[in-house]
């Protein structure tokens, strides 16, 4: 796939995923995970495709993509939680876009350091990065969500 193809498609894909968490949605597990999921999928086969990977490049990936699922986490602790019509909704707040722009901080730092240590400068897929800082954020809501004893929304169909 052509990769500008691909990178408008993961761009409005986490624009409308913001759009909607900024005006309220219901949470739904398949809501929750489906996006993350694809897109750390979409990431882990770029990793599989590549040749020319070396231990070091390895290291930061992996240590890149741990420290992105935590600032997730952390921002996931911001997202507000209700009870609307029966079911959790969701909300970012104005504390979970400061934790974004700290996450984007935290996360040019980290690529910064990375590259001075050896890693290649186009090692880690980006959509690696997204897709495991979604990844952590959905787990914290969730579990949030369980502890709040308010039920997930059914999975809208398609």
């Known amino acids: 796939m052509n990769p500008w193809l691909l990178a408008a498609i993961i761009a409005v ?13 219901p949470v739904s597990a398949r809501d929750l995970f489906v996006a993350p999921a694809i897109l750390t999928g979409i990431g882990i086969l770029s990793l599989l495709k590549r040749t020319d ?14 420290f992105g699922a935590a600032l997730g986490a952390l921002r996931g602790a911001t997202v507000q939680l209700v009870g609307k019509g029966g079911v959790l909704w969701q909300r970012y707040t104005g504390r979970t876009f400061l934790a974004v722009i700290g996450t984007l901080a935290l996360t040019a730092g980290f690529s910064f350091l990375a590259v001075r240590m050896g890693m290649h400068e186009n090692a880690r897929p980006v959509q690696l990065s997204i897709g495991v800082s979604f990844l952590g954020e959905s787990l914290v809501v969730a579990r949030r969500g369980l502890v709040s004893g308010i039920p997930f929304a059914p999975a809208r169909s398609r």
């Open 53 to 66: 990977l070396t231990g070091t490049d390895l290291t930061w990936i992996i240590t890149g993509a741990v």
């Open 13 to 25: 894909v986490v624009i409308a995923v913001v759009i909607k968490r900024m005006i309220g949605e």
